[in-house]
């Protein structure tokens, strides 16, 4: 049965596709190392836009002489910033949307709207805002691993509340009934932890990706020529390190980068066992709609493993790793929608 979303549908339907973007954008300005592209925040050398004509990158120059203009560099993070920008605007304009609603349901102007999610509009509010400090402390703190990685969770996190709340304005439910609802609420306690197991992982591939540990290892299905080379897991993942001054290329050394990156190779693994599990769970349900979510879990975990053992192999092209995080992001979104359904499947 048809059901009429609640207001604000299409607006956050266009919000997280904008958030798709930034975070393919962000992960493209830490691929090309452009995160020190401007200097400052929130304005790049002084300006609104980055320097481009002789002038402006003279003047630059001038007023940063310890951080001349790469015109190739800058113009990827303040693109990445007004994308992230717009999103945070769109972001005010749900929460706005869902105040208004909540005031047309006490008024009994609309009733429906008594239902709008308010609490998951501000707390994304909220999100964005802390959102845009990490951004400021990724350049004034100048990469520092904590913060990057700090950053990267926190696009993840919009994404997924995001996705969330689009599924809530749109009011899709799964309804079953018999054996079948019964398997379908069985599969809760799974889906959740799968999808925290996925976060886990984007996890360890930002700090992967923000401790330049991705080339640690260019061999597969071993590392260095070894299955378990020398790996320094202490230092690797050391939360304390100390700050700069300059994170720009990494501190650590090699045997804590190839911890680093077994790590997110273990990681894979036990993601991938987990949504090969979940999948076959949901293909038992016997249902069309569980094993099309089957279906595509298993298909975005292929690409995404697929995406991985190239960037390995053929040493991290820029192409592929951008595709490799936004697929990471494809695959969280995946996995919101499939614990939406199964926490208010219905009878």
């Known amino acids: 049965m048809f059901v009429k979303p609640l207001p604000g549908f299409k607006l956050v339907a266009f919000a997280t596709a904008i958030a798709c973007v930034v975070v393919v954008l962000g992960a493209f300005t830490r691929l090309v190392d452009a995160g020190l592209g401007c ?38 993070e303040m693109v990445h910033r007004y994308f992230a920008s717009s999103l945070g605007l769109l972001i005010i304009a749900v929460c706005v949307v869902a105040w208004r609603a909540r005031s047309a349901a006490k008024q009994e102007v609309e009733p429906r709207a008594a239902r709008q999610p308010i609490k998951l509009a501000i707390f994304l509010l909220g999100l964005v805002i802390l959102q845009g400090m990490f951004g400021m402390w990724t350049v004034t703190l100048k990469l520092w691993p904590q913060v990057v990685t700090g950053h990267l969770l926190g696009g993840m996190a919009i994404l997924r509340c995001l996705r969330l709340l689009t599924q809530r304005l749109a009011g899709l439910h799964w309804r079953f009934s018999g054996e079948s609802y019964k398997s379908v609420v069985g599969l809760r306690h799974l889906a959740f932890a799968t999808l925290l197991l996925v976060i886990g992982q984007i996890f360890l591939g930002g700090w992967t990706s923000s401790n330049y540990a991705a080339l640690a290892c ?23 390190q ?3 001054p300059n994170y720009l290329g990494g501190l650590l050394d090699n045997e804590a980068r190839t911890a680093i990156h077994l790590s997110h190779r273990m990681g894979a693994i036990l993601v991938s066992l987990a949504i090969l599990f979940l999948s076959w769970r949901l293909f038992a349900v016997g249902e069309s709609k569980t094993t099309r979510m089957g279906i595509v879990l298993i298909g975005v975990l292929v690409l995404q493993l697929a995406l991985g053992v190239s960037n390995v192999l053929w040493a991290l092209p820029l192409p592929v790793a951008v595709a490799h995080n936004g697929v990471g992001g494809l695959l969280l979104l995946c996995l919101v929608s499939l614990n939406h359904r199964v926490f208010t499947v219905q009878k």
Request: glycine share 10%; proline share 12%.
């Open 39 to 76: 200097p400052d925040w929130p304005g790049c050398y002084g300006q609104i836009l980055w320097p481009s004509t002789a002038e402006e990158i003279a003047a630059a120059d001038a007023k940063f002489p310890d951080a001349p203009v790469e015109e190739g560099k800058a113009w990827p």
């Open 218 to 240: 260019l061999d597969l299905p071993t590392c260095q020529g070894q299955w378990m080379p020398d790996a320094d897991f202490k230092q690797g993942f050391n939360f304390a």
């Open 242 to 244: 100390h700050v700069g």
